[in-house]
């Protein structure tokens, strides 16, 4: 009876060990399209203006012509900041601005970062646009 229990116990700590064929992709999804993308790309832009205060900022973009990254560049011009996206561009006082955004099980997380502050959150992505769905999450960078 002991070793039955003991092979039970066994049995019940490995299959904790499996995985669903049907489990997150290896390749996160990196599409915001549309109304999504400008929804996203104005709220991370506001809540940049409230950190990181836009007059007299130059942001230097790299841009991928993603539909997220044409959102973003806009949103933060409408926001008061010089955006700059030619690699070639001289601008000695330019603050590098990074994007991410990835998808699973039906949400983006979405992520601008300066050298000494990030800025992410969750969103729940529809045809219309995208709604948070999670706090914003502020992490300031020595």
Known sequence: MRSLTFLLGIALVLSGCQTAEDGLANTPTTTA??????AI???LSSRLAEQV????????LKSDRSEFAIALE????GW????????????DK???????????DGQLMA??????IALGRVYL??????TPASPLSIMHKN
């Open 33 to 38: 399209s549309g109304p999504a993308a400008s």
């Open 41 to 43: 790309a104005g709220d």
């Open 53 to 60: 205060p836009p007059a007299a900022t130059t942001l230097r």
């Open 74 to 77: 806009a949103a933060l011009k």
């Open 80 to 91: 008061g900041y010089s955006v700059i996206t030619d690699p070639a561009a001289k601008a």
């Open 94 to 104: 330019a603050v590098e601005l990074a994007y991410s955004i990835q998808g699973a």
């Open 111 to 116: 992520q601008v970062s300066t050298p000494s």
């Open 125 to 130: 992505a529809s045809a219309t646009g995208a």
